[in-house]
């Protein structure tokens, strides 16, 4: 059991919630936490479908839904009307740069950032509860850049 800690997280949710305890709901789990990066749920549908898994596509959006939830998995939105997820399980706080051009997705660290809306939250009266940061921008090196090498 890789993930024992995470599976206890999400048995607990969802007992308190009163949703089903499926093996279903903890293989989609597994997948989406060991995912590398953002991913959209048809991402996901399709890597566990190559790995020869039976779960379908509405078991895979429920239990993402789910994983948000009970906060395993954090839910990004850049820009392109797509909803993807990034496992928050014992991951460090960061923010994105990302690619208007291509969806290149870059993630940072910045101490200076960490500070910034605390201050803005007190300073217009409200207590901090958290933030998402993300950059819009466009790739510098070309050559790189997914959308300049497909025209």
Known sequence: MKHKQAIEIFRNFLKNEKNRITPERFEVMDAALDYDGHFGADDLYILMKNANSSISRATIYKTLELLAQCELLSKRHFGDKMTRYE?????????????????????????????????????????????????????????????????
């Open 87 to 151: 496992s928050s399980f014992k991951k460090q706080i960061h923010d994105h740069l990302i690619c208007v051009d291509c969806g290149r997705i870059v993630e940072f660290s910045d101490k200076n950032l960490k500070e910034f809306p605390e201050k803005i939250s007190s300073g217009l009266g409200f207590d901090f509860e958290s933030y998402s940061f993300n950059i819009f921008a466009r790739c510098k090196d070309r050559k790189n850049c997914k959308y300049f090498n497909e025209r």
